[in-house]
């Protein structure tokens, strides 16, 4: 059965996928670190969200957990369907609970996708963004490391994160950036009137991660007014909000179809 997609469609990595994503960050314990409390729930939420809710776009990162989410996402959904565009992230190393520091080496880069590869048993990764970039090594190198394994195969497209119009520039020098995923909601609405409208005058897909900061904008119905902010910010935009609760899940998906038709 075809499932109406959550706020409507966007092109992203060469895929239509519904304009709601889902991030997978919250699957984790505390800190983003190790194990989630249910594992078992946690592979059924992945499930629901795109069969059951119809979310074609689901978003992770090896730093999750580290490398906890990714088995999770192959362990419920893998064989992906071939409508679903799973997009992961490198370039940052996870030391303890609630530390991240990006690195960058190309080397390293190199080698996470490699084992993002096998954690998430495809042969392809269809959308791989840079992290963070890593403010000890050239960006250029950086980008030029991700852009060596898209010739290989092992990339299909490449993702920037956290991210001005001036980087996306110099980045489109040595690749076409396949989507921007930066920090943006109604409480830190900035980057809206800077790479939102750079990233639509290049007709690049918008990723806003924290699009309801960090459930601070759900408190008295406030997710309907937060999701319409983004998605009429553009039909560029593809908001990834995160939960690990299966309630709190259909609110965010009840929200963002009452925002896309309010």
Known sequence: ??????????????KTVSRLGYGTMQLTGPGTWGDPPGTTQAVALLRS?????????????????PHIVEHLVHRALHPYP???????????????PNVWKPLGRP???????????RRLGTDCLPLCYLHRIDPA????????????LQQEGKIAHIGLSKVTPA??????????VAAVQNKLNRALPEDAALTVEHCRTRGIPYVPYAPLNAGALIQDGGAVAALRWLLD??????????????????????AAVRGETA
């Open 1 to 14: 059965m075809s499932l109406a997609p959550p706020a409507g469609t966007l092109t992203l990595a060469g």
């Open 49 to 65: 969200v795109v069969h059951e809710h119809g979310i074609t776009h689901i978003d992770t990162a090896d730093a999750y957990g």
């Open 82 to 96: 071939a409508h679903v565009v799973i997009a992961t992230k490198v370039g940052m190393i996870r030391p303890g």
């Open 107 to 117: 080397d390293y880069l190199r080698a996470a996708v490699e084992q993002s590869l």
């Open 137 to 148: 090594v050239p960006f250029l190198d950086q980008i030029g490391a991700l852009a060596e």
């Open 167 to 176: 980087q996306i520039d110099l980045a489109s020098t040595v690749i076409d």
């Open 233 to 254: 910010l553009g039909h560029h935009i593809a908001p990834i909000p995160g939960t690990a609760s299966q309630h709190h899940l259909k609110q965010l998906i009840n």
